[in-house]
């Protein structure tokens, strides 16, 4: 037996068949072996080495930078055991050594695909944050959010609202109670409101209602209340 001098020459291996004659030292694992140099040079980040040979990694494959001689998904990638193929990280993850990683924080996604580091999570739409500290909120009522990302919720034109906190169009504008949706106007964000104007009536989320004969509307149009002189019980009036 030979002795291995080199060190990516620990051990006496028979590399191209069982035959004893062949036998010779291989390189360690993670080199192959050159043989212009007669030599063992590292192997590169897509290859698999073992015994010097080396092996393609695979379509968007490397080697991994935390498992020896370990091949994984490129960054950006998950590997997919179904397919047994690498597929493009989803939203909402990011993306390494082939594991998917999500956005942990509530209100947060990736504005992209093969997203690769953390910092790729921002906010949802619907969401915004105060500062670069804050966690990720719902717009407040009367705000919307159509992008992905830390821009500002923006408020509802003129006398518009929202029903709910989180919105994420502006068609989820509706008239605020106290006003009336304009007669044959537009739907959603190029809806006009008009203050309401009948008497006896309130106006709520757009709609005009006639308050029955022993109500009257409240100061602001928007409900209906008793009348001087009749007061709510437990059954009614």
Known sequence: RESCESDHLPVICDVGNFNAVAARCACADGYRFNESSESCV?????????????????????????RDNTCVCLRGYVWNAQTRSCSPCPKGFWCTEGRANPCSMPGMTTKYTHSTHVEDCVCDKGHSRLNASAPCLPCSLGFFKATVGFDECKRCEGSKTTLYVGQTS???????????KHSGGDQGAGMQCQPCTERWSVCRHGEQEKCPDD??????????????GFFRGHTGK
């Open 170 to 180: 502006p068609d989820m504008c509706v008239c605020a109670h106290g006003y009336l």
């Open 215 to 228: 109500e009257v509307p409240n100061q602001g149009l928007t409900r209906c209340i008793c009348a001087l």
């Open 42 to 66: 590292e192997c590169d980040e897509f290859s698999l080495c073992t015994r010097g040979l080396a092996s393609f990694c695979g379509d968007k494959m490397k080697l991994s930078s935390e």
